[in-house]
């Protein structure tokens, strides 16, 4: 059994007990015997801050998701580690929670603005939506006064104007993956584990022009 999920979280729905081999695409199991295939979160965001800081941007504001959430949690390490990585100081007053939707985007837009950030990580493509909304309310340019970024390339992350820079998910390639560590299983070469077994498939950044390169 090779079980999709809609989106990433914890899923209990398979039996340890199954009888048969089983793979949990897109979700965790929190098990050593129904391998987990997932993105590597962290991995796609510490190239997209990169990017930014690459540009000449260190003050980087963040519009995150829910904090229960495995996104989350794997996008913020992604950020710290990649300003760690540029002895850039973390700062937690320019990381608000956001919920996903496009209006906590358009919401906490003014309070980054306020701290005078030079670029925005939106942990989304819509609540990047809410920014630009809220940019071109108060008559900024995207990128030329504000850069922002978001995560997933939904397809209307490349309608925007100007298109925005996004990491793109790989689920081709985890399903792929599942399918491989199935048939890795199936031939005996993957065992049961005491710890649990995950599989993490690497993001691509898609560069597009919501980032301006500072002088």
Same mark, same amino acid.
């Given at each position: 059994i090779?079980?999709?999920?809609?989106h990433e979280r914890a899923v209990k729905c398979i039996p340890e007990n199954l009888p048969i081999p089983a793979v949990m695409a897109y979700g965790y199991t929190k098990s050593g015997r129904v391998p987990s295939v997932v993105v590597d979160e962290q991995q796609g965001t510490y190239e997209l801050v990169e990017h930014l800081i690459e540009k000449g941007h260190r003050r980087i504001g963040v519009i995150t998701?829910?904090?229960? /959430?495995?996104?989350?949690?794997?996008?913020? =390490? +992604?950020?710290?580690?990649? *300003?760690? #990585?540029?002895?850039?100081?973390? #700062?937690?007053?320019?990381v608000?929670?956001? !919920?996903?939707?496009?209006? /906590? +985007?358009?919401?906490?837009? #003014?309070?980054? *603005?306020?701290?005078?950030?030079?670029?925005?990580?939106?942990?989304?493509? *819509?609540?990047?939506?809410?920014?630009?909304?809220?940019?071109?309310e108060l008559g900024l340019d995207i990128p030329e006064d504000i850069s922002i970024v978001g995560y997933d390339n939904r397809q209307l992350s490349s309608y925007y104007k100007p298109p925005l820079t996004t990491v793109e998910l790989p689920l081709h !390639?985890? +399903?792929?993956?599942?399918? #491989?560590?199935?048939?890795?299983? *199936?031939? +005996?070469?993957?065992?049961?584990?005491?710890?649990? =077994?995950?599989?993490?498939v690497g993001c691509k950044e898609l560069?597009? !022009? /919501?980032?301006?390169q500072l002088s």
């Open positions: 090779i079980y999709v999920t809609a998701g829910k904090t229960d /959430s495995f996104h989350m949690q794997g996008r913020l =390490l +992604g950020y710290q580690k990649a *300003l760690r #990585d540029n002895q850039i100081v973390y #700062d937690p007053e320019l608000l929670i956001g !919920d996903w939707t496009r209006e /906590s +985007g358009y919401k906490y837009a #003014d309070q980054l *603005l306020g701290k005078k950030v030079t670029a925005i990580f939106c942990m989304n493509d *819509l609540m990047a939506g809410g920014v630009y909304d809220r940019a071109d !390639d985890i +399903g792929y993956k599942a399918a #491989d560590v199935m048939i890795e299983m *199936l031939k +005996g070469k993957i065992k049961e584990q005491k710890e649990e =077994l995950i599989y993490q560069i597009r !022009d /919501s980032v301006k």
